[in-house]
Each structure stands twice: as structure tokens, then as C-alpha cells.
């Protein structure tokens, strides 16, 4: 009896306390999506430095799964000049480069390929014509027990107005 | 050990009785009404899996004054208004309105009116359950920044994104939603108005056309939230505006090419006529006084 009563107790703890980690891994996902707001702001850092590019505001974090696939549509305008970079939590990226690829959101043409570019972390170009571009981006995959982390990504964009040259 | 066992089993099941229950009384953040999402697991806080990003109607401001335009008076959503949104749909909607007439205000330098749409907003980020974006902190920093736009300007785009990162991590994607809607149609009658009557090859004119693309990616995350009878509501209350810009012409355009830079640019540019911005005008006008129940009539 008083082995039965044993493993009973084993047993039910064991399942009290996978409910309590449960718990706070729910809120610990809580707490991350909030703590990932200004994430881009922090980590993302684009390699050269220029201080007439300024922040943009369609830069944003978000929490994301390994592996997952995620699109931004921003609007790039007319004379100005952006550079986009992507940073990730180690815990997702595991210090593998975040791919990602822009097209023309109407014609769907692919503009750059970070997979053509030797796995570019980021990008700059000047805008000749505005139009809305789609920016699909792809975290490196995990395995096993490793799917069921999360983390922050951050995609910042800067700006500024582009350089006019030559005589006019 | 028979008599531990007898004497810490029951306390233990005690214990493990009240562990269950506390875990249990999580809450959750999301109250969207009937269409929310109630259940706090970490699915629900990973991203989806498309976003549609809009600028910061004070970027369009910033940009227009940079082409000379300046600011007229009388355009602003009045103050008293905020008595008119008694339901979560106007609240959130006018949020959005008052930030794009705060930024206004912050970037034209009409000090008068901060205190006031500042005032407006919080009372609405209260009734939205946002109030943490706009503290008695913020108050006095917008006090003592009165006569330093770029400082305003910053606060100003703080308090919005805040409120978007609150509304979104809360699981009020619908409400977010709103927000921007009310935003960027306040931002583009705002913009218009101010910019006055048509003239061909004008940069602030053309500036208007290209708002275009930014209206669509809010059209998109509307379309993603339709689900919300109040997100459904706006973006038909919207579609007009949309249709209105979707129908500029589109002239074939070449690529420019500059040695050692990526150029990227739209295979058309948008040919706007005087008809197409006078459309454009009087839509804009009719779509934010429904949206702000306002009575407001064209300059």
C-alpha cells in the first residue's frame, strides 16, 4: 500500500510540475513578444556607418519559431535611398545567416537574393520610381526539441534622401 | 514510512490542488469582442506570416513641408469630437486620427494644439486598455518639449509605436488595425487640404499619387482582419479612396542606372491629372468624416 501510495505521489508530481512549467513557458512567450518590440532597435546594426541614414518607421520586431517563413510589404518612395537589415536571436539563428529575398509586391519580380549574394545580412538601394516592396524572409531550420524554441527578429530599415549628383 | 506517507499525501494533493487552480487564473490580454482569441498559449504569440507595414503619417508631413507646403488652419479633427466615440470601433479609429493630427501639429509647429491632441489620445488609450503608452512621464515630457518639434516628433512616433507593439503583443491585431486606418486617412485628407489646388509636375502633388502604396498595404491588413465586423466596416468605408488612386494612370517608366548603386523602382509612374486629384480630394474628404464622425466641407 504504501508503495502504491508512493508512486502515486511521484507520478502526480511529476505532472504538477510539467503543468507548472507550462505555465511559465505560456508566460515567458508573453513576456518575449513584448520584450521583442524594440529588438530591431537594439541588435540590428547595419555595417557601415552614415549618419544621414535615418530610422525609418516601417522597421518592426517580432517573435518567431526556427524555421519559420515570413513576409514584410513596406513602401519604398520615390528619391530616397534605403538599407534593410535582419537580426535574430542566437537561440533561433544558431549564427546562421537569415535569408531573405525582395520583390516588386505588383509584378512579383525578384529584385535580390541573399542566397545569390553569398548570404548577404543586408542590403542597400536607391528608389527611382516608388512602389510597394515584398520582403520574404526565411529563419534558419532547427531540429528536434530545438522547434519548440522562439526568439526575437528584427528587420530595420533606414533611409534618407538620395544623393543628387551631376550638374542640373 | 507508512506514517510520512499517510501524513504527506494528503498535504500534498492539497498543495498540488492549489497549484492547478493558480496556473489555471492566467488571464489573457485579448479583448476584441466577440472575434478574440482567448486562449494564452505560445502559438498565439508567434508571428503570422505576413506583415503590412505603414509609415508614420508623420513622414508624409515631414515631406511635404520639405517641399514647401504649409499648414492651414481648421483642419484638425476638433478636440470636442472625442465626445462622438462611445463604441471601441470610433475609439480606435480616432486614436489613429488624433496621432495624425499630433503629428501635424508637432511637425508645422502649432504648439497650441499638442497639449490638447495629446490630452485626446490618452483619454483614448485608456478606453482602449493602452494607457502605459501615455503616462504622466510622457505628459511632462511633451510639456517641457513644447518648443522643440523634433523632440515632439519623437515622443509622438514613441507613443504610436508603443501603442501598435501594445495592441499587437495584447493579441488586438482588428484594433491595431483601426488605429492605422484612422491614421492614414486623416494623414492623406491632412495632406491634401494642406497642399491646396492642383498643379502639374508638382513634387507634393506627386508626393499625394504615391500615397497610393501605402493605402494598399493598409487595404491588406484589412483584408487580413476582416474577420472583425468593425475591420469589415472600415475597409468598405475605405475602398473608395482605394479605388480612387487605383485608377491613375500608369506610364511606362525606365530604369535609371547608376554605376555602383542598386537601383529599384517601379516599372510604371503614376501619371496623376488634375480630374484624378480633385477625385482624390473630395473622396478623401467624405472617407474621413465618416470615419471621425465629422461635418467638415472642402477648402
Known amino acids: 500500500m504504501s508503495r502504491i501510495l508512493m508512486l502515486i505521489t511521484i507520478i502526480f508530481a511529476g505532472y504538477i510540475f510539467s503543468i507548472q512549467a507550462k505555465a511559465q513557458k505560456g508566460s515567458t512567450a508573453i513576456e518575449k513578444t513584448v520584450y521583442c518590440t524594440d529588438y530591431h532597435k537594439k541588435a540590428c546594426k547595419f555595417s557601415k556607418k552614415d549618419l544621414e541614414f535615418k530610422y525609418n518607421s516601417q522597421s518592426r520586431s517580432a517573435l518567431f519559431r526556427p524555421g519559420q517563413v515570413s ?30 529575398k525582395i520583390t516588386d509586391a505588383k509584378t512579383k519580380a525578384v529584385l535580390f537574393d541573399s542566397n545569390a549574394s553569398d548570404n548577404a545580412k543586408e542590403f542597400e538601394f536607391s528608389c527611382d520610381n516608388s512602389l510597394n516592396l515584398r520582403v520574404e524572409m526565411t529563419l534558419p531550420a ?27 | 514510512m507508512n506514517l510520512i506517507l499517510k501524513r504527506v499525501f494528503p498535504v500534498f494533493i492539497v498543495i498540488a490542488f492549489h497549484a492547478v487552480v493558480l496556473t489555471s487564473c492566467g488571464g489573457n490580454k485579448s479583448e476584441e469582442g466577440k472575434n478574440s482569441d ?57 486614436f489613429g486620427a488624433y496621432s495624425s493630427d499630433l503629428f501635424y501639429c508637432s511637425t508645422f509647429d502649432q504648439k497650441a494644439d499638442v497639449l490638447k491632441y495629446f490630452d485626446n489620445m490618452k483619454k483614448l488609450a485608456d478606453e482602449l486598455g493602452i494607457s502605459s503608452v501615455i503616462n504622466d ?13 523634433d523632440s515632439l516628433n519623437k515622443i509622438t512616433n514613441e507613443v ?41 509636375n508638382d513634387k507634393s502633388i506627386q508626393y499625394i499619387a504615391d ?28 475602398k473608395p479612396l482605394k479605388e480612387a488612386f487605383d485608377s491613375i494612370k500608369e506610364d511606362a517608366s525606365e530604369r535609371q542606372v547608376i554605376e555602383g548603386k542598386n537601383v529599384i523602382g517601379g516599372s510604371t509612374k503614376l501619371s496623376i491629372t488634375e480630374e484624378d486629384y480633385n477625385k482624390i480630394s473630395a473622396i478623401a474628404l467624405s472617407v474621413r468624416n465618416e470615419l471621425t464622425l465629422n461635418n467638415s466641407t472642402s477648402k
Do not use: H, M, W
Open chain 2, 160 to 200: 504610436f509605436f508603443d501603442a501598435s507593439a501594445n495592441l499587437e503583443s495584447n493579441g488586438q491585431g482588428a484594433t491595431l488595425a483601426l488605429v492605422v486606418a484612422g491614421g492614414l486617412s486623416e494623414s492623406i485628407y491632412l495632406s491634401i487640404q494642406s497642399v491646396g489646388a492642383f498643379k502639374a
Open chain 1, 142 to 168: 532547427a531540429e528536434g526539441s530545438e522547434k519548440n524554441t522562439y526568439g526575437c527578429v528584427g528587420f530595420l530599415l533606414q533611409s534618407r534622401k538620395s544623393l543628387q549628383t551631376g550638374f542640373k
Open chain 2, 38 to 94: 482567448t486562449s494564452v498559449v505560445n502559438d498565439t504569440n508567434i508571428s503570422p506570416e505576413a506583415f503590412f507595414q505603414v509609415p508614420l503619417p508623420g513622414d508624409l508631413f515631414l515631406q511635404l513641408k520639405e517641399y514647401g507646403v504649409k499648414a492651414k488652419s481648421n483642419l484638425l479633427n476638433p478636440v470636442e469630437n472625442i465626445n462622438k466615440y462611445t463604441d471601441q470601433k470610433t475609439k480606435a479609429i480616432n
Open chain 2, 137 to 149: 512621464e510622457t505628459l511632462k515630457r511633451i510639456e517641457k518639449n513644447l518648443s522643440n518639434k
Open chain 1, 71 to 100: 513576409e514584410f510589404s513596406f513602401t519604398s518612395f520615390k528619391g530616397y535611398d534605403y538599407r534593410l537589415t535582419f537580426c535574430g536571436e542566437d537561440v533561433l539563428t544558431k549564427g546562421a545567416p537569415i535569408a531573405f
Open chain 2, 211 to 238: 500615397q497610393k502604396y501605402p493605402l494598399e498595404n493598409l487595404f491588406q491588413y484589412l483584408e487580413k482582419n476582416a474577420a472583425d465586423e468593425r475591420v469589415a466596416q472600415t475597409k468598405n468605408t475605405i
